[in-house]
């Protein structure tokens, strides 16, 4: 009995340690995969760049109204900072002189699709021309060619990545979620950004939050008391000098 009671023991030592190795192996994996822990590609999602450096982007979800734009841009202004709007079509046709303004400010625009709806639920076609619809109203209008590719509410599929790879766009999430668009509290929205940022992080935030807007401030000087860079995407992902050319060739 006591031979047999040893042997349990045993089996049972050797299943545990079975179970946690799987465990942690899931979660390395599991991390590297949802983090976008590698170099910067187009046949995947990227949540954040891998890099020594303490270097983050500022991005912000353009879509629905424009009342504090203009203070968004003024704030980054003031820091001499540039940044990346995902932008969708249908914003863009209702406030030009904002898109415009985002532009000449030597911000980067990224493409948010023109509807803003979820490209899971849409067919291959759909989610082309949401794509294609963008592509064109900046080339004719504003003589701008996007790089970047930010689906709706942060939902893609294997499709949404293969067609944007096909159309030359590097999808690009986030890995710092500020929450603003909830109005959380202006303090709550700092001290999430504060707690949360690192090492080639990608911030997400929105035009459209007064507190996010308001947040913004504290947030860029807390960034920097910590001597963190705030930098647009493509200098995230090395993809252009640092001459402030926005346009990747």
């Not at 090492?199 to 007064?210: F, Y």
Request: hydrophobic content about 40%.
């Amino acid at each position: 009995m006591f031979y047999n009671f040893t042997l349990n023991i045993k089996t049972i030592k050797k299943i545990l340690i079975a179970i946690i190795l799987i465990v942690i192996i899931g979660f390395v994996l599991g991390y590297q995969i949802t983090s976008g822990v590698f170099s910067p590609s187009k046949e995947k999602a990227i949540y954040r760049v891998d890099s020594d450096e303490k270097i983050v982007s500022l991005t912000f979800d353009v879509v629905w109204n424009d009342e504090h734009t203009e203070k968004l841009l003024d704030t980054l202004d003031s820091y001499d900072l540039k940044a990346t709007f995902f932008v969708t079509g249908e914003w863009m046709e209702k406030y030009p002189d904002l898109t415009e303004e985002i532009l000449k400010r030597d911000n980067e625009i990224g493409n948010h699709t023109y509807s803003h709806s979820s490209l899971r639920d849409l067919d291959e076609e759909e989610i082309r021309d949401e794509m294609l619809e963008v592509d064109k109203i900046l080339k004719e209008d504003f003589d701008y060619q996007p790089k970047f590719f930010r689906p709706p509410f942060g939902e893609y599929d294997e499709r949404v990545i293969k067609i944007a790879e096909e159309l030359g766009y590097f999808t690009v999430l986030w890995s710092i979620e500020t929450g603003d668009w909830l109005n959380p509290g202006v303090d709550k929205i700092v001290d999430r950004v504060v707690k949360r940022t690192h090492r080639g992080g990608i911030i997400l935030m929105h035009n459209c939050s007064p507190q996010g807007v308001s947040a913004l401030s504290m947030i860029i000087h807390s960034l920097k008391l910590r001597d963190y860079e705030i930098v647009p995407v493509s200098e995230l992902l090395g993809l252009m000098e640092r001459n402030g050319n926005n346009n990747i060739e």
